[in-house]
């Protein structure tokens, strides 16, 4: 068991610029999920896939904002026209069933200046 | 509504025990998670209980679930300094829609004093 992996761990960007992450889950987990950390927050819920399907999209998901998980195992998350608003920790975790505890990565920092 | 809430911060000095709290308004929660978090990193599953629970202890830690009061509660024994960290309660509100997503608190900062 490796764990959630995300990568980049950090991106800097400019306002304005798009920017893709992504996420590769537990092997055995179909459940996958994004979330959003901002300073001194707990993590929001964006988004959820089960296998390949996007089951669930939170408001906070603006247009801007598409996620993939085209075969079922990793998963994208891209984010288009940055905004400085957008600055935040963006975490994926995934599980193997509904109730089971969601496993997280350590997180992609953008900073977007 | 769906909403998780924690006190901001608790200091104890090593040695001691620590009690973080945390309510949440879903009476329908089927799981509560407690879930540590350490600068600059992801967040790390401490342990859960399920709702028909009253207690669950593990090692060190001891989660206490009030559901008449909608209360969590998670005390570490003997509180060492690699403890320091911020410390989210969530739980599974019902949503109806299948995702069995987490709703996490704030977050309690814990720091230890040696």
């Known amino acids: 068991d490796t764990g959630v992996s995300q990568d980049p761990r950090h991106k800097i960007t400019k306002r304005g610029q798009n920017v893709t992450f992504r996420c590769d889950p537990i092997?055995?987990?179909?459940?996958l999920y994004w979330y959003r950390q901002t300073l001194g927050q707990g993590p929001e819920f964006l988004t959820y896939?089960?296998?390949?399907?996007?089951?669930?999209k939170s408001r906070l998901l603006s247009d801007r904002f598409s996620a993939e998980r085209p075969k079922g195992s990793f998963s994208t998350l891209e984010i288009q026209r940055t905004e400085q608003g957008d600055s935040a920790m963006y975490l994926c975790?995934?599980?193997?069933?509904?109730?089971?505890?969601?496993?997280f990565g350590n997180g992609t920092r953008l900073t977007v200046t | 509504g769906e909403d998780v809430e924690q006190s901001l911060f608790l200091s104890v000095r090593e040695g001691d025990s620590s009690v973080i709290n945390c309510t949440y308004t879903?009476?329908?929660?089927?799981?509560l998670y407690w879930y540590k978090q350490e600068p600059g990193a992801g967040l790390q599953l401490l342990t859960y209980?399920?709702?028909?629970?009253d207690m669950k202890q593990d090692q060190r830690l001891t989660v206490l679930l009030n559901k008449k009061d909608k209360h969590l509660s998670l005390r570490i024994a003997d509180t060492q300094t690699g403890d320091s960290a911020i410390y989210f309660c969530a739980e599974i509100p019902y949503s109806g829609a299948g995702s069995y997503q987490l709703t996490f608190g704030k977050g309690t900062k814990l720091s230890v004093i040696p």
């Open positions: 879903d009476s329908s929660s089927t799981y």
């Open positions: 092997s055995e987990h179909n459940r």
């Open positions: 896939f089960q296998n390949e399907a996007q089951l669930e």
């Open positions: 209980i399920f709702s028909n629970m």
């Open positions: 975790a995934s599980r193997e069933g509904a109730g089971s505890p969601l496993h």
